[in-house]
T-cell receptor, first 111, second 110 residues
Framework: SQTIHQWPATLVQPVGSPLSLECTVEGTSNPNLYWYRQAAGRGLQLLFYSVGIGQISSEVPQNLSASRPQDRQFILSSKKLLLSDSGFYLC??????????FGPGTRLLVL | AQSVTQPDIHITVSEGASLELRCNYSYGATPYLFWYVQSPGQGLQLLLKYFSGDTLVQGIKGFEAEFKRSQSSFNLRKPSVHWSDAAEYFCAVGTDKLIFGTGTRLQVFP
């Protein structure tokens, strides 16, 4: 069966520090991968999605970037965090245009 | 513009009561439709989905949803709510990229 992992689970970072969040999927090949951010009291905002290695589409211009160095690995990064980057970050995968399945999330607090 | 509206931010029900969570959408064509549930600090779990066919779909945990094309709605229902159903519920529409509503927080009183 397929599983999706995210780490770390929780992260507290100072403003201006770099960021790296990792997401890996097991049990499937060539998945579509997604990064979402969930701010308090809001729905989910799609940040990036990828249909293959090295193929990244950005949905919202911002302080973040994404990379997909391996088929089942998706990384969310920032060179310098802002206060507004705080939130709950969720990774998801799908096969083609089918259902998206979500990871457990990473809670990021920027101070 | 494509959008999803969940008009109820917060709903409180008694355990054993029936439940209906509303979802309306605006989309160019008939999209895929989803309901997800999120417990505090957790990821999203799929409750049910509609792609085509029978407009009444059954999901996990006793939930069901009905797609009404004429009303652009996909409301979630449960005949008898359990205390463990307390969570946040998200409606989503789309195909490869999903658009989410802002969620409905469900509180259940004993």
């Amino acid at each position: 069966s397929q599983t999706i992992h995210q780490w770390p689970a929780t992260l507290v970072q100072p403003v201006g520090s770099p960021l790296s969040l990792e997401c890996t999927v097991e049990g499937t090949s060539n998945p579509n991968l997604y990064w979402y951010r969930q701010a308090a009291g809001r729905g989910l905002q799609l940040l990036f999605y990828s249909v293959g290695i090295g193929q990244i589409s950005s949905e919202v211009p911002q302080n973040l970037s994404a990379s997909r160095p391996q088929d089942r690995q998706f990384i969310l990064s920032s060179k310098k965090l802002l206060l507004s980057d705080s939130g709950f970050y969720l990774c998801a995968w799908s096969v083609g245009q089918e259902t998206q399945y979500f990871g457990p999330g990473t809670r990021l607090l920027v101070l | 513009a494509q959008s999803v509206t969940q008009p109820d931010i917060h709903i409180t029900v008694s355990e054993g009561a029936s439940l209906e969570l509303r979802c309306n959408y605006s989309y160019g064509a008939t999209p895929y439709l989803f309901w997800y549930v999120q417990s505090p600090g957790q990821g999203l779990q799929l409750l049910l989905k509609y792609f085509s066919g029978d407009t009444l779909v059954q999901g996990i945990k006793g939930f069901e949803a009905e797609f009404k094309r004429s009303q652009s709605s996909f409301n979630l229902r449960k005949p008898s709510v359990h205390w463990s159903d307390a969570a946040e519920y998200f409606c989503a529409v789309g195909t490869d990229k999903l658009i989410f509503g802002t969620g409905t927080r469900l509180q259940v009183f004993p």
